[in-house]
């Protein structure tokens, strides 16, 4: 099994459709934190909504594409990160998070997308990683700055809730030494 410490009580691990209860269970605590900020499909309301989540993902990751991790912290799911897109062929992908109210302030999404990086950049030889936000989610955009990517732009009003459309942020990180926190192999 592929687990990766994020902190002394915190663990990142792949999330997969056998778990589906308990990525429901955190649903529950996390959806109202998490509902303006991601897609509504992710945000499942029951474990029938939450193992088709899953499955998407597992399929993705069975086609080399989409990936999802859980983040576990003493022995929780309190939040998790993806590749929303992986792309070998093209060199790019773009990478995704959420977390619950109660796990926020203690860099868990921070170190646990330097590892999606890392893997990506190292193993995988992607050349571009991206990141994408609703230009007035500013707990996101900070992730991006602490990741060191750079800001590209505003996709404007490319991001539906409803019947509201709000402005996409795009950041990017290159795989040509723009990471001081990730060190030459």
């Known amino acids: 099994m592929f687990a990766r410490a994020l902190t002394s009580t915190a663990e ?10 308990e990525f429901a269970a955190h649903m529950d605590r996390a959806r109202e934190h998490i509902r303006p900020w991601v897609g509504p499909s992710f945000v499942t309301s029951d474990v029938a909504g939450a193992r088709a989540t899953l499955t998407r993902y ?7 594409g989409a ?7 003493e022995g929780v799911l309190v939040g998790g990160v993806m590749f929303v897109e992986f792309s070998a062929a093209a060199g790019t992908c773009e990478i995704g998070c959420w977390l619950e109210p109660g796990a926020q302030g203690r860099g868990l999404i921070t170190a646990a997308c330097r590892l999606l990086i890392e893997w990506a950049f190292r193993v995988r030889g992607i050349h571009r990683a991206e990141w994408r936000c609703r230009a007035d989610n500013a707990r996101s955009s900070e992730v991006a700055k602490r990741l060191g990517m750079t800001f590209e732009g505003a996709l404007r009003e490319a991001w539906r809730v409803g019947d509201t459309f709000y402005d996409k942020q795009v950041w990017s990180l290159l795989n040509k030494g723009e990471t001081p ?5």
């Not at 990142?12 to 209860?21: G, S």
């Not at 597992?58 to 080399?64: H, L, N, P, Q, V």
């Not at 926190?181 to 192999?185: D, E, F, G, H, M």
């Open 67 to 73: 990936r999802i991790y859980g983040i576990w912290d």
């Open 181 to 185: 926190w990730l060190p030459n192999p």
């Open 58 to 64: 597992a399929e993705g990751t069975a086609r080399d």
């Open 12 to 21: 990142l691990r792949p999330l997969e459709p056998w778990q589906a209860e």
